[in-house]
């Protein structure tokens, strides 16, 4: 197994607290990890004010929202919010860009969506470089002259592109610093997203090395490692039947994402966890004891992904899932990269 230098984050809901996210941020920047992201989950509050919350607390790991999408928030709002936290963390912020999830339910057409992501990434560069020729593309528009009232801190911030799908993930090859496979755990989902990006990387004529892979799944990490994967079984099966069709690498068992759904929503997750296999909750999740979770993370980043990202909710609680992954989980991936 050949290991690249090994960057790890954290991921957080939108729901907690702000003084919350001050005391988690802290924590994870006391432990040494590289980059802290909130989600920008549908019906959850705006990611922006955990943000803003977690800038205040630290002074060196990376910020950045996982992800936003332009069709609830137009790129110029976009642009602006980022300005923003990249202005009040000093130079810290990445973007995160998708094309969302279950917005179908709003009336929201989806089906442009590479183009649309590619045109929002185009309007937030122009905006906050200070490029003022305009963007006339097919979904937005940013007038010739147009500007930011406010000049930003830098005239661009790292992009992250999140997405399963091949064309936007040539998009984020040709375009981004990082692709994200969110809600991933599986090591095999890595070269496939790697090629993927490389062609878009090619096709563009990008030289100088393309996007860096990210994996990212809900963790669930305790000494007790039965308990945590029937808390994390029960977290990834309020979602399985949704990223269970995305991922080409996995067969599923005939029926059994139909089974899900039916069950998640008439009795809830709890009822549903019991129909997920545990073979395949290890490509939904990092679940189990601190070496466990420690090892499947140096599987993943040994398939050649760049970071790994840790999501919620960590742990049994909060609090104790930040002190396992950053005392015990972050050093055995140091420790295994070291040197690479």
């Not at 984050?9 to 702000?18: E, M, V």
């Not at 007038?143 to 790292?158: D, I, N, Q, T």
Request: charge should be negative; include cysteine; aromatic fraction near 4%.
């Amino acid at each position: 197994m050949t290991l690249g230098p090994a960057r790890v984050g954290l991921a957080f809901q939108s729901d907690k607290h702000p003084r919350e996210y001050e005391r988690l941020a802290a924590g994870a920047e006391h432990y040494g990890f590289d980059v802290l992201s909130v989600f920008g989950d549908l019906y959850f509050p705006p990611p922006l004010p955990a943000l803003l919350a977690m800038a205040r607390a630290t002074s060196a790991v990376a910020l950045g929202p996982a992800c936003l999408n332009p069709y609830m928030l137009h790129p110029v709002e976009i642009a602006g919010q980022m300005a923003a936290l990249d202005l009040a963390s000093g130079g810290r912020a990445y973007l995160g860009l998708c094309r969302g999830a279950w917005l179908g339910d709003l009336g929201t057409d989806q089906r442009t969506g590479p183009g649309t992501v590619a045109e929002a990434a185009a309007i937030v560069a122009a905006l906050l470089s200070g490029d003022r020729t305009g963007v006339a593309g097919a979904h937005f528009v940013l007038p010739p002259g147009a500007a930011l009232k406010r000049r930003p801190l830098r005239g661009s911030l790292p992009l992250l592109i999140g997405t399963w799908g091949p064309r936007l993930c040539e998009i984020a090859g040709a375009i981004a610093d990082e692709v994200k496979v969110g809600g991933s755990a599986n090591p095999a989902m890595v070269p496939l997203v790697q090629g993927w990006a490389d062609a878009g990387a090619t096709a563009a004529g990008r030289t100088g090395g393309g996007a860096g892979i990210v994996i990212g799944a809900v963790t669930v990490v305790d000494e007790d490692g039965r308990l945590a994967r029937a808390q994390a079984r029960q977290e990834v099966a309020m979602y399985l039947d949704v990223v269970g069709r995305l991922d080409p690498t996995v067969e599923m068992p005939p029926g059994l994402l139909d089974d899900l759904g039916r069950v998640l929503r008439a009795s809830g997750p709890g009822a549903a966890a019991a129909l997920v296999p545990d073979g395949l909750l290890d490509c939904f999740a990092f679940a189990g004891t601190p070496r466990a979770v420690a090892e499947h993370a140096i599987a993943v980043l040994g398939a050649g992904a760049d970071r790994v990202e840790f999501g919620t909710p960590h742990g049994t609680s909060a609090d104790r899932g930040l002190e396992l992954l950053g005392a015990r989980v972050l050093p055995a991936i140091r420790e295994a990269t070291a040197g690479h």
